[in-house]
């Protein structure tokens, strides 16, 4: 089993992202379960506003899209910015939303019999909404979205600490954290066992 981590940051590598930091925890609960784990950062690669796969020449969306169609399962891990998921986020799945017409060769949505979560840090709220958000885009284009399939941290309203700067709360966001990948991992198997069968024409 696979799973692809696609961080949503603003910020290009080497800059340490936030986010990331406390998705590492889900990433590391799932390798314990023997899910294979690889991450992505969009922000590293031009992914130009579209939504098709393939904008054509410099276009290296189809990488991640290849790279989401070998994995079961899918975490989205973007920062709160001014109380709404980072634009990176938003143009992932404004380019995720070609998958709505894209089959298997049994007829079967490509999203369909894969498994999503959220992962949400910030300094100010908003995150409930940023997973509202994600989720439900998710389940649009087909993704199953398990209960609790969700961490995030934030310090509280205002500005204030960075999440690898403090303590406060982590252990919350880390257990929670975990429940995340125990229910991911549970569905995405569930799923391999049982696969959601292709829409009768």
């Not at 925890?25 to 098709?52: F, I, K, N, S, Y």
């Amino acid at each position: 089993m696979k799973a692809l981590f696609v961080s949503c940051t603003l910020k290009p590598s080497p800059a340490p992202s936030n986010t990331e930091a406390l998705a590492s925890v889900v990433a590391d609960a799932l390798t314990a379960r023997g899910v294979t784990v690889e991450h992505v950062r969009l922000a590293d690669l031009d992914v130009p506003p579209g939504v098709v796969t393939d904008l054509g020449d410099g276009d290296q969306w189809p990488g991640v899209h290849e790279k989401l169609l070998e994995s079961e399962i899918l975490v989205v891990v973007t920062p709160t910015w001014v109380g709404r998921p980072s634009s990176i986020a938003q143009r992932m799945l404004e380019r995720m939303d070609a998958m709505l017409s894209e089959t298997a060769d049994d007829g079967t949505p490509v999203a369909y019999n894969r498994v999503a979560g959220v992962v949400v840090t910030g300094n100010e709220d908003g995150a409930h909404h940023v997973i509202s958000e994600i989720s439900g885009g998710l389940a649009d284009i087909g993704y199953t979205v398990p209960g609790q399939a969700w961490t995030y941290w934030n310090q509280g309203p205002g500005p204030g600490d960075e999440y690898p700067d403090t303590e406060h709360g982590h252990e919350w966001s880390a257990s929670t954290g975990r429940l995340m990948a125990h229910n991911l991992h549970a569905v995405a198997s569930a799923l391999a066992a049982h696969p959601v069968p292709a829409p009768e024409q």
